[in-house]
């Protein structure tokens, strides 16, 4: 499958510092980058993407940049939170868009 | 209440005795996909379907099956599971076309099945 490799596999911070985890990946044709968030015990969910044609997204405290060129992409967590402690997937997507690669999950936790 | 649903979500069982995870989202789908979870290895895609009756291998296929014959259900199969099959296993499902900010590409994943197989 596609090669995509995650960075850190576990972060501690504390809370109120920032965070940023970051996915280099290998197929140049990837156009979608997703990050994912797994609370314990819960199914992954959605935090924040974005496409080939934007540099950088924000949404409230959580932003995804993205390199093309170099080809990684990272998510930027500010002003931590004890509930953001959680799992982090980065996501890539190749063959048309049907068949993913998650990279391996950063641990992140957040003290207080 | 958009979904999708696992059962079961817990199963102990034995080696080579056939067992079927079931799956079922009510979004109306078109693209559904397994996935098993293992500490250190993230999220691995064992098969995916693009619509009824489409169907294509992962990156971890090997000792499953799977079936798309309507498009809300897309069941997981174990012919003869082996103890290396012991995993947390997610279900999605995924539509085409936007959904507000979220893009296409928005998977919706069931609540698991954790399988242990003895």
């Known amino acids: 499958g596609e090669n995509v490799e995650q960075h850190p596999s576990t972060l501690s911070v504390q809370e109120g510092d920032s965070a940023v985890i970051k996915c280099t990946y290998s197929?140049?044709?990837?156009?979608?980058f997703p990050w994912y968030k797994q609370e314990l015990g819960k199914r992954p969910q959605l935090i924040i993407d974005?496409?080939?044609?934007?540099g950088e997204k924000k949404d409230q405290r959580i932003a995804v940049t993205l390199n093309k060129t170099a080809k990684h992409f990272s998510l930027h967590i500010t002003e931590t939170q004890p509930e953001d402690s959680a799992v982090y997937f980065c996501?890539?997507?190749?063959?048309?868009?049907?068949?993913?690669?998650f990279g391996t999950g950063t641990q992140l936790k957040v003290e207080l | 209440e958009a979904q999708v649903t696992q059962n079961p979500r817990y199963l102990i069982t034995v080696t080579g005795k056939k067992l079927t995870v079931t799956c079922s989202q009510n979004?109306?789908?078109?693209?559904m996909s397994w996935y098993r979870q293992d500490p250190g290895l993230g999220l691995r895609q064992i098969y995916y379907?693009?619509?009824?009756?489409?169907?294509d291998k992962g990156d971890v296929p090997e000792g499953y099956k799977v079936s798309r014959k309507e498009k809300r259900n897309f069941p997981l199969i174990l012919e003869s599971p082996s103890p290396n099959q012991t995993s947390l296993y997610f279900c999605?499902?995924?539509?085409?076309?936007?959904?507000?900010?979220?893009?296409?590409?928005?998977?919706?994943f069931g609540p698991g099945t954790r399988l242990t197989v003895t």
């Open positions: 999605a499902s995924r539509g085409v076309g936007l959904a507000g900010d979220r893009g296409v590409y928005e998977q919706y």
């Open positions: 197929d140049s044709a990837s156009n979608y």
């Open positions: 974005i496409r080939s044609n934007v």
């Open positions: 996501l890539i997507l190749t063959g048309g868009g049907n068949k993913l690669t």
């Open positions: 979004m109306n789908h078109e693209y």
């Open positions: 379907s693009m619509n009824v009756e489409v169907t």
